[in-house]
């Protein structure tokens, strides 16, 4: 399978509650915000303080590569509450990475990381990808619980990152 043979990761998707919209400039702000409390930070591998510009650099890369896909999370009432990724996507092997999930304080414990990883997860499956993996911190024990509901399992550890696999059922 090709980058360019289709589109389907460029729709909104919706379901479960939420609507994920594509990544783009206009919520670049929201984004940046989010992305730059300390306490959320810190869960990413790449701890980084980003500015608006670095951000929209970052995201005009992301879309130019064709295999790196970046959505916000809206709740149905159209409020931003977060982010998902699936990315790294080698179209050939059908196998991605899913990523970037943050969840604006307020929102959490509802379901929508899992509700929001639901519906990327089953759109990746419909585009033949039948491999995600993710990289999660040792101690982020909420996000390695959200993960194993979904039903990744762990298939490398170390003391810095935990690597966790899911098949999904197009596999
Ligand atoms: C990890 C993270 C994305 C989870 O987001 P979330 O929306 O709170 O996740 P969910 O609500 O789907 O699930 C989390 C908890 O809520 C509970 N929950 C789910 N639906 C619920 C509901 N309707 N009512 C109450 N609780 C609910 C789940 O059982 C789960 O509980 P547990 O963690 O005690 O097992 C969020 O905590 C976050 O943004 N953390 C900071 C960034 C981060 O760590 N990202 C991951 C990097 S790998």
Redesign the pocket.
Known sequence: MESGDFKIFDDTITGFGCRLIPSDESQAEFVVALRNKPE?RR??INQSILSQATHLAWLANARAKGNDFNWIIELSDGEPV?TISLYNIDWSAGAAEL?R???AEP?????????ASRLVIDRAASAGITRID????PS?C??I??YKRLGFIVADTDEEIITMVKMTPSA
């Open positions: 959320n869960w990413f977060g990523g999930l943050l969840i929102w959490r414990g509802r379901g929508v990381a899992f509700s993710l990289v999660v911190k982020n909420s996000a619980r959200l």
